[in-house]
């Protein structure tokens, strides 16, 4: 469980008089989240522990209150992540509490029923209601909901926090790394088509192109390349499905090599692509580190890639991980 601790007053175990707890969940049906929203202001389904209450019966209790689904003891799995607050003077002038909210993911095929919701008075007054909002545009939906209301500075962060959290978690979980298998042929050529579109977009000399025939051939020279010289594709697999890539192959040196290079041998990467839908979940770093162990195993000391030189993101991925330049090659347009 991931645990963030905000104390802005450094406040001591011994300064705190008053311990509040609550309890978020993210209720997720398929490819949706349902999000409670009063006042322009968007949050997980949740609320109080109350006195003599187990986490449980809170969870089971808010849900109903809130969405009009019924939740039950095996449907909920241990909190995923944890934010606590330590607050001087707050809420009031002499109380310094301490606020700590867990968060859990719960998954259901039920809808909201609001014939059996029973809405606060605030709830009633803020006009509160559950919306169903797609997984993939959440945190944008959040974002663009701050200026709405003051109150969204202080609670957006969080559920944005709890999101992100929630998508690393569930990548964690629920992607595979495996070699490749012609089934996932389909996959890599469009993977690699999404790869060479990107680079299209950023190309400054305007030099690169999607061929007619890219599709139906790259993937085919890449996966060429990988037999003949010792390497490797490695596919990641979210609910059997390809999102990102990676072959690697060990090139022999040519024949005259060694009259300038010390020819230590050499893992390549020849590709490298996560599906953009899932960037920054720690796909591409699973990817890699499965692509370094064989190397390792292969017993090679140093691991080359070719960077496109306008790929930013690329050059700074690589670079988080170790990777530093050793060549640059340059152009120049000499005709008009």
Do not use: W
């Not at 949706?32 to 522990?49: E, R």
């Not at 390792?296 to 670079?319: H, P, Q, T, W």
């Not at 170790?322 to 060549?327: I, L, N, Q, V």
């Amino acid at each position: 469980m991931k645990e963030v601790i905000n104390n802005p007053d450094k406040l001591t175990v011994n300064d705190i008089n008053e311990i509040s707890t609550r309890i978020k969940v993210l209720l997720i049906k398929e490819n949706d989240i349902y999000l409670g929203i009063s006042n322009d202001v968007y949050q997980f389904p949740g609320g109080h522990l109350e006195i003599g209450e187990t986490f449980n019966d809170c969870l089971k209790r808010e849900i109903m209150e809130e969405v009009g689904i019924e939740i039950f003891d095996n449907e909920i799995n241990e909190p995923f992540m944890k934010i606590t607050y330590l607050n001087k003077d707050y809420p009031k002038q002499g109380i310094n509490r301490k606020s700590d909210i867990y968060y859990y993911i719960i998954k259901t095929l039920k809808e909201p029923d609001i014939t059996k919701v029973n809405y606060t008075e605030n709830e009633k007054q803020g006009n509160f209601k559950i919306e169903k909002i797609p997984l993939d545009v959440a945190i944008n939906t959040i974002k663009d909901n701050i200026p709405n209301n003051e109150l969204n500075k202080v609670i957006a962060p969080d559920v944005i926090e709890a999101l992100n959290e929630y998508f690393n978690f569930s990548m964690n979980n629920e992607i595979q790394i495996v070699e490749y298998d012609n089934k996932y042929l389909e996959d890599v050529k469009d993977l690699l088509v999404e790869l060479e579109e990107y680079i299209v977009s950023i190309d400054k000399d305007d030099l690169d192109q999607v061929h007619f025939e890219y599709r139906e051939k790259m993937a085919i020279i890449d996966l060429d390349d990988v037999n003949n010289n010792d390497g490797k594709c490695y596919i990641a697999l979210n609910n059997n499905r390809a999102v990102g890539l990676i072959m690697g192959c060990i090139f022999p040196y040519d024949d005259y090599d060694y009259l300038d290079y010390k020819c230590p041998k050499r893992g390549e990467i020849t590709e490298l692509i996560v599906t953009q839908k899932i960037r920054a979940k720690g796909v591409g770093q699973a990817l890699m580190s499965k692509m370094e162990e064989y190397f390792l195993s292969m017993r090679c000391e140093y691991i080359l890639v070719d960077v496109f030189g306008y790929n930013n993101s690329a050059i700074k991925f690589y670079s988080k991980y170790g990777y530093h330049t050793r060549m640059l090659k340059m152009i120049k347009k000499i005709t008009d």
